[in-house]
DNA sequence: TAAATTTGACCCAC
DNA sequence: GTGGGTCAAATTTA
């Protein structure tokens, strides 16, 4: 994670700055409101337009810096991506069948993504698990997915892992990286326009609730009262996590806690979404950005 | 019936 | 020689 911004330059201080000074200060004051702790603080809506004004600058002058390694995707070959010629598939191709079990060269050390959290994330990709092995020494079982579109030339794969000494949490280590248009990065995206009468917030997928494929590995780590569950409790997901927030966003004063976001999704008008737990959301979004 | 998952086998890197 | 990553047939699910 600081891997994607580290290396000092001067843009991407300023831009963390800008997050920890501005943003994280305005968060921390509008907890207090909703907390019922900030009589002396200035309007939530204010602060609110702090907090989305300072995302929004740090990612404007991420976006912006020809350096940026994390949003200019062309600039920097972050993932190890195997030529197609030199990769096992390519010479396994023509192979018969049973010669192509197995071919496959084991990967090195190449960059990887990590990720822990206490579920399975649902990072907006669609990936399908192709194997489930015993680590020695390990006492949970790894699970290995890979993008649902690799018929597309998608290399990226995945490994999730619960974590020994602390198993709730899962580690995911992502390898590769997605060339398939079925994307759905895990990024915020924020609409300040100025013109624009309404904030535009982008969750992607990353703020929905777990794949099939994350609650078939549930499924495979604990017993199966747990997949039970999963079918049961988690809705059909929309085709979009994408919040239009409107310029005048208020609070419900019978319950400050509560508040109502425009969806951009047709079908589904409102949604509600407890602050605090959004405000986690995103807020951990831009901390594991950094 | 197609798509996804499971799982034993295969084999390369270490 | 062994562990780990992948394959693919069998099975399950939607």
């Not at 009468?197 to 780590?221: G, I, M, R, V, Y």
Request: charged fraction near 25%; proline fraction near 5%.
């Amino acid at each position: 994670m600081m891997d994607n911004l580290g290396g000092g330059s001067s843009t991407r201080m300023k831009a963390i700055e800008e997050l920890l000074r501005e943003g994280r200060d305005s968060a921390t004051q509008l907890r207090s409101i909703i907390n019922g702790n900030g009589e002396n603080s200035p309007s939530a809506q204010k602060l609110v337009k702090e907090v989305f004004m300072s995302f929004h600058n740090s990612l404007l002058l991420l976006n912006n810096n020809p350096t940026s390694e994390f949003h200019d995707a062309s600039n920097v070959q972050l993932w190890d991506s195997p030529k197609l010629e030199d990769s096992p598939e390519s010479n396994c191709k023509n192979s018969t069948v049973k010669a192509r079990r197995g071919c496959y060269k084991r990967r090195r050390t190449e960059q990887t993504r990590e990720k822990e959290s206490e579920a399975p994330i649902d990072d907006g990709h669609q990936w399908r698990k192709y194997g489930q092995k015993e680590i020695l020494n390990a006492k949970f079982p790894r699970s290995y997915f890979r993008c649902t579109h690799r018929d597309q030339g998608c290399q990226a794969t995945k490994q999730v892992q619960r974590v020994q000494e602390d198993p709730i949490l899962y580690k995911t280590i992502y390898y590769g990286e997605h060339s398939c248009k079925n994307m759905g990065n895990p990024e915020i995206i924020l609409d300040m326009s100025p013109s624009s009468s309404s904030k535009f917030l982008s969750f992607n997928n990353s703020f929905s609730t777990l794949s099939k494929q994350e609650c078939a590995f549930l499924s495979s780590s604990f017993p199966s009262s747990v997949k039970r569950e999963c079918k049961e409790e988690i809705p059909p997901s929309t085709s979009s996590n994408d919040y239009l927030i409107s310029s005048d966003l208020t609070f419900d004063d019978a319950s400050p806690r509560h508040v109502t976001l425009s969806s951009s999704t047709p079908d589904s008008e409102y949604k509600a979404v407890d602050f605090p737990d959004l405000f986690d959301d995103v807020f951990q979004d831009f901390l594991e950005f950094r």
